[in-house]
């Protein structure tokens, strides 16, 4: 059950757009299609962004987006704005009934 | 308004026991999986247990097995985490969640978090 590989840190200016990568392996992201993105901001509880690679809940701004290709999964968000600066983490479904998630990516807007 | 609370959380004793709750409104508890997440100081989210609608399945991370128990009581809308034989990396805020009905892995609500703190 090892940690999902997201970049500790991203950055872009307002109105840029950026991509979060989660890299695991063909046993986690690549073998499903079962990864989400939270959002978190400081001393508050995550918020589910995206789902299932590429579905977003209600409520969610079109501007965030999510993909995967092969091991990798990504987390882009267009049109950055200044309430879009907080954490990022991806999770997946591992197998054998188990969640792994990513370091986590802190998001800045410049 | 979908709601989870947790409680329960505080300092105990390497070695010791912690029961936390998580108590749910404003949806059908009994329809969910529920889920508890950690996340120690600083650090990152990490997957704890979970637990089926009705009980009969319960899943956890290899680091908790055989020391924490998940639970749940339909008719009280409550969700427990009994954790026994703590140790100082279980600090952490401990989160309960909600799966979204219909997807796969998906947590759509979450509650606040109580803090649970190992240390003599």
């Known amino acids: 059950q090892s940690a999902l590989t997201q970049p500790p840190s991203a950055s872009g200016s307002p109105g840029q757009s950026v991509t979060i990568s989660c890299t695991g392996t063909?046993?986690?992201?690549?073998?499903?299609?079962?990864v989400s993105w939270y959002q978190q901001h400081p001393g508050k509880a995550p918020k589910l962004m995206i789902y299932?690679?590429?579905k977003r809940p209600s409520g969610v701004p079109d501007r965030f987006s999510g993909s995967k290709s092969g091991n990798t999964a990504s987390l882009t968000v267009s049109g950055l704005q200044a309430e879009d600066e907080a954490d990022y983490y991806c999770?997946?479904?591992?197998?054998?009934?188990?969640?792994?998630f990513g370091g986590g990516t802190k998001l800045t807007v410049l | 308004e979908v709601q989870l609370v947790e409680s329960g959380g505080g300092l105990v004793q390497p070695g010791g026991s912690l029961r936390l709750s998580c108590a749910a409104s404003g949806f059908s508890f009994s329809s969910h999986w529920m889920y508890w997440v950690r996340q120690a100081p600083g650090k990152g989210l990490e997957w704890v247990a979970n637990?089926?609608?009705?009980?009969?399945?319960?899943y956890y991370v290899d680091s908790v097995k055989g020391r924490f128990t998940i639970s749940r009581d339909n008719a009280k809308n409550s969700l427990y985490l009994q954790m026994n034989s703590l140790r100082a990396e279980d600090t952490a805020v401990y989160y309960c969640?909600?799966?979204?009905?219909?997807?796969?892995?998906?947590?759509?609500?979450w509650g606040q978090g109580t803090t649970v703190t190992v240390s003599s």
């Open positions: 999770t997946s479904y591992a197998g054998s009934n188990n969640l792994v």
């Open positions: 969640a909600k799966l979204r009905l219909w997807s796969y892995y998906a947590m759509d609500v």
């Open positions: 063909n046993s986690d992201v690549g073998g499903y299609n079962y």
């Open positions: 637990i089926k609608q009705d009980g009969s399945e319960t």
């Open positions: 299932e690679v590429t």
